[in-house]
T-cell receptor
C-alpha cells in the first residue's frame, strides 16, 4: 500500500514568489494534516481537514497561506507571496476515522531566497 | 499551556552503546504518547504508542516508558546501530478518542558513530 505522497520534494524560490505543495493521503484516510517543521524543531500544525472541511486552521497564517481539499482526497497548500521565514519542511499526514495515529509523507523542503 | 519538552537536544554515542532519551509533558487531557523516529529528509515514523494505563512498550531495540503521574516518558535504545542516527520526537495527543491534536516535542537528534 502506498504511503502519503507529497510533491515536489524540494523547492527553491525567490521571496515574494508564489509556491504550492501537493499531498495525496493514504487511500481511505479521511483526515489530512499540513505541518510546518523548522530546522531542529518538531512539526507545527497548520491545518487539519476532515474530508473536505477544514476543522482546525487556527495556526494557518491566512494572510499568505491557503489550502484546499476540494474532493476530500488530495490537498494543496499554497503560499503567496513567500517570505524568507517560510523556509522550512512542509509535511503532510493522514489518519483514518476514529484513529489518531498519523502517517506522514516525506515532506517538501522549501527554501526562500 | 500544552507543552512537550525533550532532552537532550542532541546526543552522540558509539555504535553498540545504549542511550536514553527523555520527554516531559504538560498536556491535558492526556490521551496517548508516541515516540516517532525521523530520518533526515523523511517524515516521522511511529515507533511506539502508550496510553494512560501502559507504562512500558517495546519495539525491537526500542523501549519506551511512561509515568503518567510525573508526566514523563523515556525512550531507551539498546545496542545502537548506525541506522539509529535520526531525530526522535515525543508526541502527546491532547484529545481523547477521535482524531487528536498532537503536541510535538522539538526532538532529540541522535548520532551513532562507528
Amino acid at each position: 500500500e502506498a504511503g502519503v505522497v507529497q510533491s515536489p520534494r524540494y523547492k527553491i524560490i525567490e521571496k515574494k514568489q508564489p509556491v504550492a505543495f501537493w499531498c495525496n493521503p493514504i487511500s481511505g484516510h479521511n483526515t489530512l494534516y499540513w505541518y510546518r517543521q523548522n530546522l531542529g524543531q518538531g512539526p507545527e500544525l497548520l491545518i487539519r481537514y476532515e474530508n473536505e472541511e477544514a476543522v482546525d486552521d487556527s495556526q494557518l497564517p491566512k494572510d499568505r497561506f491557503s489550502a484546499e481539499r476540494l474532493k476530500g482526497v488530495d490537498s494543496t497548500l499554497k503560499i503567496q507571496p513567500a517570505e524568507l521565514g517560510d523556509s522550512a519542511v512542509y509535511l503532510c499526514a493522514s489518519s483514518s476515522e476514529g484513529n489518531d495515529e498519523q502517517f506522514f509523507g516525506p515532506g517538501t523542503r522549501l527554501t526562500v531566497l | 499551556k500544552n507543552q512537550v519538552e525533550q532532552s537532550p537536544q542532541s546526543l552522540i554515542i558509539l555504535e553498540g552503546k545504549n542511550c536514553t532519551l527523555q520527554c516531559n509533558y504538560t498536556v491535558s487531557p492526556f490521551s496517548n504518547l508516541r515516540w516517532y523516529k525521523q530520518d533526515t529528509g523523511r517524515g516521522p515514523v511511529s515507533l511506539t504508542i502508550m496510553t494512560f494505563s501502559e507504562n512500558t512498550k517495546s519495539n525491537g531495540r526500542y523501549t519506551a516508558t511512561l509515568d503518567a503521574d510525573t508526566k514523563q516518558s523515556s525512550l531507551h535504545i539498546t545496542a545502537s546501530q548506525l541506522s539509529d542516527s535520526a531525530s526522535y520526537i515525543c508526541v502527546v495527543s491532547a484529545e481523547v478518542g477521535n482524531t487528536g491534536k498532537l503536541i510535538f516535542g522539538q526532538g532529540t537528534t541522535l548520532q551513532v558513530k562507528p
